[in-house]
């Protein structure tokens, strides 16, 4: 599903030149879960950014869902994450002004998905989907946040901190929800996280440090969200 091959990213140049990615290679299957883990500043992050094509690498080749998005120009890339992407950021990023229902229909619209109300209902915010985010808790924020992203129907779905900015109970219940959303849809998931306990739910596993790839791992038996360390 996902092929990258000698990824290398700088930012800057001449003394000032900073390489966030030096040479990173991995594969991830159709349907797999996948997780980066890595300090800050190990290049986790600019990761998922090419990998999910909203940064260009310097160097190197991202294959998904079998497109070469790093040959892409611009318009091909942006057509290509509409109809095969979907994201869920730390950050929100919900339309302020919208209600619920109104946010995740702004996605099912892209994917002509008429269901949307169901994904919804699947979130467990059916009875507040005409309040708006100011209205809501965070944690119910980042279910709208996912809601909308499934709303999508996509193949693969990037998460960035999904759970960085919720508490123990109500991240459980996020990374539950999103565990049961892949077994349901069959969606490809990759997640950078600060949070180690979380790589036991995957299953694969990179860790990330100075831009590279330490260490990968596979677990051969999975835990649930519920079952993991915190």
């Known amino acids: 599903m996902i092929v990258a091959q000698e990824l290398t990213k ?20 159709k349907g797999e879960c996948a997780v980066i883990l890595g300090q800050s500043g190990s290049g986790k992050s600019t990761l998922l950014s090419v990998l999910s094509g909203l940064e260009r690498p310097t160097a190197g080749k991202v294959i998904c869902d079998g497109e070469e998005i790093t040959a892409m120009n611009e318009k091909q890339l942006t057509d290509f994450r509409k109809r095969t992407v979907g994201f869920v950021f730390q950050q929100y990023f919900l339309l302020p002004h919208l209600t619920v229902e109104a946010n995740v229909r702004l996605c099912a619209d892209l994917a002509k998905n008429k269901d949307y109300g169901e994904i919804i209902r699947a979130v467990g915010l059916w009875e507040k989907r005409t309040r708006r985010p100011k209205e809501l808790s965070g944690g119910e924020q980042q279910r709208v946040s996912i809601a909308r992203a499934l709303a999508k129907k996509p193949k693969v779905l990037f998460l960035d901190e999904p759970t960085g900015a919720l508490d123990e109970e109500t991240g459980r219940n996020v990374l539950d929800l999103l565990c049961k959303a892949q077994q349901e849809i069959g969606f490809t998931a990759v997640m950078v996280t600060h949070n180690p306990s979380i790589a036991d739910m995957a299953d694969k596993v990179f860790v990330m440090n100075s831009g590279k790839i330490a260490d990968m791992r596979t677990n051969a038996q999975k835990k649930t969200a519920f079952e993991i360390g915190w």
Request: glycine share 24%; net charge negative; charged share 15%.
């Open 10 to 29: 700088i930012y800057g140049s001449g003394e000032a030149a900073c390489g966030a990615l030096k040479g990173v290679s991995l594969e991830i299957g």
